[in-house]
């Protein structure tokens, strides 16, 4: 029975890597400049946790072949240095492995969280509530208008909590419940969360960003071809989950003029 689920052991963690080899699923095309570092760290990643994995069920399947049934005569022995050694020995390889892989995504990360936006980078107010996101553009005159929580209302459509009549630079802002952004033109996030955690997940930008109520988050990045593209929230945030997306339009820089001066005229 032992060297059954050795076997078995052995043969489920090969079958399991070979969708991976294979490349069974496919991540969506990268349609960002910082995607192609992202996704060389991600394929780093899951070879050396692959092979870590494949090699500790091997061994485990190993063992259980050849201890599942020890003579009675035989010898007991011991690990050098006894459970304390694997233990250290494990904190040590599993630290160091964490450390380098940290290392090497530096570069990745640094792209989109360690360096400032472009000081011309579009700005865009990004709001996850539940169960939505909305948009907000600055107007002709480039500033956001103060927000005020307590005058949000959705049913008269005050969704950022604005004050037009006394806010000069709230008036010409635009509200929006899709965004859009020009293609090859850096784009600020800011990024809020109204009630409970979310996230604000574009696979083909390769942008994953949680937000956590109480802090304002600022992401940027630009994206180098023209199309629609979901966006996800990816944290539960209640029973309309399910149904938390947007959709983001990268356009050419004539199809968003146009597209923004009809929002203009809508809001």
């Known amino acids: 029975m032992g060297k059954l689920l050795a ?49 500790a069920q091997i061994l485990l399947g190993l063992f259980i072949w050849q201890f599942s049934k020890p003579r009675t005569d035989s010898k007991v022995k011991t690990f050098p240095g006894g459970a304390k050694g694997l233990v250290i020995a494990a904190i040590v390889l599993v630290g160091v492995e964490v450390l380098a892989l940290g290392a090497f995504g530096s570069k990745a990360w640094a792209a989109v969280y360690f360096t400032p936006p472009a000081a011309d980078a579009m700005p865009v107010q990004v709001q996850a509530g539940q169960f939505a996101f909305y948009f907000r553009y600055p107007g002709p005159d480039g500033k956001f208008g103060p927000l005020h929580p307590e005058m949000i209302n959705e049913g008269n459509q ?9 806010d000069v630079e709230s008036r010409d802002d635009v509200v929006t419940a899709e965004m859009a952004i020009p293609v090859n033109k850096e784009v600020h996030l800011l990024m809020h969360a109204k009630d409970v955690s979310h996230s604000f997940y574009v696979p083909a ?61 809508a809001q």
């Open 158 to 166: 005050n969704l950022f909590g604005l004050d037009p009549e006394h």
């Open 7 to 55: 076997v078995t052991i052995i043969i489920i963690a090969i079958a399991s890597a070979v969708p991976f080899v294979m490349h069974t699923w496919e991540p969506p095309a990268d349609v960002s400049t910082h995607g192609g570092l992202i996704d060389e760290q991600m394929a780093d990643t899951m070879i050396e946790a692959g092979v870590s994995f494949l090699a």
């Open 205 to 265: 930008l390769r942008i994953h960003q949680d937000f956590v109520p109480g802090l304002d988050l600022s992401l940027h990045f630009t994206a180098t071809k023209v199309g629609t593209y979901e966006i996800v929230c990816s944290q539960l945030c209640g029973l309309g989950h399910y149904n938390m997306r947007a959709y983001l339009k990268v356009l050419s820089q004539q199809d968003f003029d146009e597209w923004m001066k009809k929002e203009q005229a």
